[in-house]
């Protein structure tokens, strides 16, 4: 029974691994508890646990020691650091403080890596931190010479590169606003987002490398531009080395002839107030137009560099590599590593080409020490049963990162037992609402079968009941009872912060509900079961989709599956749409051995009542499963955005299926 512990319930717990003393003295966390009670005579915290139960309780002194622990500037940030208000979206923090984001991620300036990019095509860049400063500062001053001010929209339609880094550290400096999407996305949905922003510039690649393939998006640029009427620039990056024609396009021009009648110079930061808009950030748009959510370049900064430095224990030098592509929040969050003086190891393009292993080369041969990506990749090798350990010794490697969705337990077992034994692997749980996240990595404590380790640092964090009663080894919603710096400063077009209120106060007054369901053990530790809004409830009883999900992906005939609930007489039935892998198809004997796992893993609730085959899943382009938009589909609800999907022509695989019709 070495290394099981029974939870409150009875339950197993199997710790997979455990920090030692050594490693424990030397983390951030440790440095951090240190100076607090060196400046608080009167506090003595012992542990991380003593922190999360000090920030909650005093937040104006946790996040004004951590201002200076991670050496924002300027260090004088004044009066007024917490004034709360009647109605929690109101609250304002560090209502004196000025900053500039950029003058933070670009503290230094030597000539060690800042940036390496890997392109697919195994096209290299590498930048000191002395080429980026020089870089910043010409496309600052390009982008000022267009007549781009303060609160302007700058909006990137393009691929994880430096150019992408760089325009965005240079629009902050300037005190614009900073919004991007992949290059994968079809105009519609671009349009869908950038549409309601009224940018002034546009940045573009003229296309991509994904899967072996070459792909020119001239033709999108194009009609992007022609339909942003306050566009003063188009901006074009030649990513793929093309040589586009801009003739049919208004106001474009190259990168390079953008940028190069400048010469570097030292950059003059302009202080901004702490709510100063840098990012706008989208929700999903399956069920209309996206949300346009407006997050502070203050808030943004403190969050980031509270989950970097503290819960993953990024250090100066560090290397960091995010699979990840500009719309999704990961990239917001990864480019601020820069602050902490870590090197952003950049990749685009597929993980899966030409060979299936090819990040872990990039980590081996790049000393890459801190790895995220999406839960979906990592199931992903363990169904095709890769061993990354077999073929690269990830020496350098210390810490896995894992969000999207909830990392299945059998996968936290394979990264240990396949990827590397010696790893801290966080699975970390937030969202595009707050660019950050709610439960997350914690260095100094052990790491448990298919758990979260702690909750972040200064978010009071509760699960609600449906009756709002906070609970533990319950699932309920996840709820944050108290004020956080990185909550959206407004949603764009607005009023009365109507939508705001709405996406996440409409449930119990003045708390934030995330919308996911979650368990929180008495151990501090906790469970994501996904969406609440897709939570299923057959019989009344509430199971989370990603139960069923962690059961039926152990099948090597599945690829994935989707999990729905159908109405029917006042009830609900659970129906679950499954891809298999290529060479299998669905039989009653697969049908039977699902069923029974579900029934003897989980529970007979569990059991759906169809299983059927389906060519495709629809997902966003970030790669989430769209349970709700399946679920509409199935209970014959309107679509109405379809241009947010990446597959939208497998909707036709759920519509008026006649296994499941109802009569």
Not at 327 to 345: E, H, K, R, V
Not at 648 to 654: G, M, N, R, T, V
């Given at each position: ?8 319930k009875g339950?197993?717990r199997k710790?997979?691994?455990?920090p030692?003393?050594k490693y424990?003295?030397?983390?951030n ?5 240190n ?5 608080n ?7 991380s646990d003593?922190?999360?139960n ?9 996040w004004?020691?951590?201002w200076k ?9 004044g009066?007024?650091i ?5 109605n929690?979206?109101?609250?304002q923090?560090?209502?004196?403080a ?9 503290k230094?300036?030597?000539?060690n890596?800042?940036?390496v ?15 980026l400063?020089?870089s910043v ?8 010479n ?8 700058v909006?990137?339609?393009?691929p994880?590169?430096?150019?992408t880094?760089?325009f965005?550290?240079?629009t902050?400096?300037i005190?614009?606003?900073w ?5 994968d ?9 950038f ?7 546009l ?10 393939k070459?792909h ?14 306050t566009?003063?620039k ?7 080395n093309n ?12 990168v ?7 010469h570097?110079k ?5 202080r901004f107030p702490?709510d100063?808009?840098l990012?706008?950030?989208f ?11 407006v997050?502070g370049a203050g808030g ?5 560099l ?6 993953t224990n990024?250090?100066?030098?560090d290397?960091?590599?995010y ?12 480019a601020?590593?820069l602050?902490?003086g870590?090197?952003?190891m950049?990749f685009?393009g597929?993980?899966f080409?030409?060979y299936?292993?090819r990040?872990?080369r990039?980590?081996?041969?790049e ?6 990506t ?5 199931d992903?090798?363990?169904n095709l ?19 999207g ?13 396949k990827?590397?034994?010696n790893v ?12 950050s ?5 914690d260095?100094?404590k ?7 380790q702690r909750r ?11 009756n ?10 996840l ?6 710096p990185s909550?959206?400063?407004y949603f764009?077009?607005d009023k009365n912060?109507?939508k ?6 409409s ?5 934030w ?7 929180l ?11 609440s809004d897709?939570?299923?409830n ?5 199971i ?6 962690r059961?039926v992906?152990?099948f ?5 599956g ?33 069923k029974?796992r ?6 007979p ?14 997902r966003?382009?970030?790669g ?6 399946v ?8 679509i ?14 759920f519509i008026?299926?006649?296994e499941?019709?109802?009569?």
């Amino acid at each position: 029974m070495k290394n099981k512990f029974k939870n409150n319930k009875g339950a197993e717990r199997k710790i997979l691994w455990q920090p030692t003393k050594k490693y424990i003295k030397k983390t951030n966390i440790t440095k951090f508890i240190n100076n607090v009670n060196q400046i608080n005579l009167d506090v003595s915290i012992e542990n991380s646990d003593d922190l999360y139960n000090w920030s909650i309780a005093n937040p104006q002194d946790f996040w004004s020691c951590f201002w200076k622990f991670a050496d924002i500037k300027p260090n004088n940030f004044g009066k007024g650091i917490l004034l709360p208000k009647q109605n929690m979206i109101d609250t304002q923090w560090f209502k004196n403080a000025k900053l500039n984001f950029t003058e933070n991620l670009l503290k230094y300036k030597n000539n060690n890596e800042a940036i390496v990019f890997v392109s697919e095509n195994d096209t290299k860049w590498r930048l000191t931190w002395r080429e980026l400063y020089g870089s910043v500062s010409r496309t600052k001053q390009a982008l000022e010479n267009e007549g781009l001010e303060p609160g302007d929209r700058v909006v990137a339609f393009m691929p994880n590169c430096p150019d992408t880094i760089i325009f965005m550290l240079a629009t902050a400096s300037i005190g614009a606003t900073w919004s991007s999407c992949s290059p994968d996305f079809g105009a519609p949905a671009i349009l869908d987002r950038f549409g309601q922003l009224t940018p002034k510039i546009l940045l573009a690649s003229e296309g991509y490398y994904y899967n072996g393939k070459t792909h020119n998006v001239m033709h999108c640029v194009a009609e992007i531009a022609s339909k942003l009427p306050t566009l003063k620039k188009v901006i074009i990056s030649c990513y793929t080395n093309n040589q586009p024609s801009i003739l049919e396009i208004k106001n474009a021009i190259l990168v390079r002839d953008f940028v190069d009648p400048y010469h570097e110079k030292q950059i003059k930061f302009r202080r901004f107030p702490f709510d100063h808009p840098l990012y706008i950030l989208f929700s999903s748009g399956t069920t209309g137009l996206p949300k346009c959510i407006v997050h502070g370049a203050g808030g943004t900064l403190l969050q980031h560099l509270k989950e970097h430095q503290l819960h993953t224990n990024l250090k100066r030098n560090d290397r960091l590599l995010y699979f990840t592509t500009c719309g999704w929040m990961m990239w917001n969050w990864m480019a601020s590593a820069l602050a902490s003086g870590t090197t952003l190891m950049l990749f685009d393009g597929s993980p899966f080409y030409p060979y299936s292993l090819r990040l872990f080369r990039y980590i081996d041969s790049e000393k890459i020490t801190v790895f995220g990506t999406s839960a979906k990749y990592l199931d992903a090798l363990k169904n095709l049963k890769e061993n990354p350990k077999k073929h690269y010794r990830l020496k350098t490697l210390r810490t896995i990162l894992s969000t999207g969705s909830p990392l299945n337990p059998d996968t936290f077992e394979y990264v240990y037992s396949k990827v590397k034994r010696n790893v801290l692997l966080c699975s970390i749980s937030g969202g595009t609402d707050i660019v950050s996240c709610f439960v997350l990595g914690d260095p100094t404590k052990p790491v448990y079968k298919g758990e979260i380790q702690r909750r972040g640092f200064g978010m009071a964090v509760e699960v609600l009941n449906e009756n709002g009663n906070s609970v533990l080894d319950e699932k309920g919603e996840l709820t944050c009872s108290k004020p956080f710096p990185s909550m959206p400063i407004y949603f764009w077009n607005d009023k009365n912060n109507k939508k705001y209120i709405q996406s996440y106060f409409s449930k119990f007054r003045n708390v934030w509900c995330h919308g996911d369901l979650m368990t929180l053990s008495k151990q501090g530790t906790a469970i994501i079961f996904g969406r609440s809004d897709t939570t299923l409830n057959p019989g009344g009883v509430r199971i989370g989709t990603s139960e069923i999900y962690r059961e039926v992906e152990n099948f090597p005939e599945i690829d994935e599956g989707v999990a729905i609930g159908q109405n029917i007489n006042n009830d609900v039935r659970i129906i679950l749409f499954i891809k298999l892998n290529n060479k299998f198809q669905l039989t009653p004997l697969l049908v039977k051995k699902i069923k029974a796992r579900l029934k003897n893993h989980a529970s007979p609730r569990h059991v759906p009542f169809k299983i059927i085959s389906v060519p495709d899943i629809p997902r966003t382009k970030s790669g989430k499963i769209v349970e709700k938009t399946v679920t509409n589909l199935v209970n014959g609800n309107k679509i109405t955005n379809t241009a947010a999907l990446a597959n939208p022509e497998s909707l036709q695989y759920f519509i008026n299926r006649k296994e499941i019709l109802v009569t």
